[in-house]
């Protein structure tokens, strides 16, 4: 499997980005996928996630919940991020992930990683 995010960059406080995450490599549907962040001098921590039905049930961080969105698009073997109403304390390199057991998701593990796309927020 190959994860490739993009979308990332500099945005300011109240602005608003949207992540992209290409699969390949295997099939697409078969795969739960999550988003994650590090940010700097922190540990990698869970954003969102959703399954592998397309319109299927999302779960997302508590620090995000009602500004990030997660959908994906099963023709076009993707999945995004809308990220609205930035803050600063969203900084990070953000990577999304794939396994096809959710539950490997849930508790920040994993299988497949993609290389991650910075995120700044200025304030």
């Known amino acids: 499997v190959q994860l490739q995010a993009s979308g990332g960059g500099l945005v300011q406080a109240g602005g608003s980005l949207r992540l992209s995450c290409a699969f390949s490599g295997l099939t697409f549907i078969s795969y739960h996928m999550g988003w994650f962040r590090q940010a700097p001098g922190k540990e990698r921590e869970f954003v969102a996630s959703?399954?592998?039905?397309?319109?299927?049930?999302?779960k997302y961080a508590d620090p995000v919940k009602g500004r990030f969105t997660v959908s994906r698009d099963n023709a076009m073997n993707a999945v995004y991020l809308q990220m609205n109403n930035l803050e600063p304390e969203d900084t990070a390199v953000y990577y999304c992930?794939?396994?096809?057991?959710?539950?490997?998701?849930?508790?920040?593990?994993?299988?497949?990683w993609g290389q991650g796309t910075l995120v700044t927020v200025s304030s």
């Open positions: 959703i399954i592998r039905r397309s319109g299927g049930s999302t």
């Open positions: 992930a794939a396994d096809q057991n959710y539950h490997q998701i849930l508790i920040n593990a994993p299988t497949y």
